[in-house]
């Protein structure tokens, strides 16, 4: 059964940096690709970039110059860094297998806040 | 950067009547298109990918249509459980742009 879980803190201070874990059971990285999305409460859905099957990335040009994803294939994680976060940042950060566009994680909740 | 509009951003509908909501992509994206539900609470879950093909215990009165720049989704006979919020989004090219959503209520 695929799953991905994301982890993470739940709370980040303007200005710092968010550090994210998308830990993945089901499948390989290497033969699939993953998405980030991000969901401020109360709004819509905002895709923030993928790391593709062969590692290499794209990113939301909205947010990429803060962003930055990779992975470490050995132990099936995919991890999202976004600097320079304000309060507009706060919001439910989900990853899913880019295709066919499912499964998704459960969401981590990420608050910035001081 | 594409961008995708959904309309209408909400409706209410009663249910067994039959509900059609629309994706209009800024410029031609051929059949690269999926739909998502997501219920309060919950995170977004796959209803059909490529514009019509309906992902994998998906109940068949949901249906996608559309090519190029003009998307559908048709709920047939709605149920109550399908009161949700409906996205589209681009696929395959990226960025994987979503829309806004469009939010149904059940009467």
């Known amino acids: 059964q695929v799953q991905l879980k994301e982890s993470g803190p739940g709370l980040v201070q303007p200005s710092q940096t968010l550090s994210l874990t998308c830990t993945v059971s089901?499948?390989?990285?290497?033969?699939?690709?993953v998405s980030w999305i991000r969901q401020p409460p109360g709004k819509g859905l905002e895709w923030m970039g993928v790391?593709?099957?062969?590692?290499?990335?794209d990113y939301n040009s909205a947010i990429k110059s803060r962003l930055s994803i990779s992975r470490d294939t050995s132990k099936s994680q995919v991890f999202l860094k976004m600097n320079s976060l304000q309060t507009e940042d706060t919001a439910m950060y989900f990853c899913?297998?880019?295709?066919?566009?499912?499964?998704w994680g459960q969401g981590v909740m990420v608050t910035v806040s001081s | 950067n594409i961008v995708m509009t959904q309309s209408p951003k909400s409706m209410s509908i009663s249910v067994g009547d039959r509900v059609t909501m629309n994706c209009k992509a800024s410029?031609?994206?051929?059949?690269?298109i999926a739909w998502y539900q997501q219920k309060p609470g919950q995170s977004p879950k796959l209803l059909i990918y490529?514009?019509?093909n309906r992902y994998t215990g998906v109940p068949d009165r949901f249906t996608g249509g559309g090519y190029g720049t003009d998307f559908t989704l048709t709920i047939n006979s709605v149920q109550a459980e399908d009161a949700a919020f409906y996205y589209c989004?681009?696929?395959?090219?990226?960025?994987?742009?979503f829309g806004s959503g469009t939010k149904l209520e059940i009467k």
């Open positions: 410029q031609n994206v051929g059949n690269n």
């Open positions: 490529y514009a019509s």
């Open positions: 089901g499948l390989s990285l290497t033969s699939n690709s």
């Open positions: 989004q681009r696929i395959y090219n990226s960025p994987f742009t």
């Open positions: 790391i593709w099957s062969n590692g290499g990335t």
């Open positions: 899913a297998r880019a295709y066919p566009g499912t499964p």
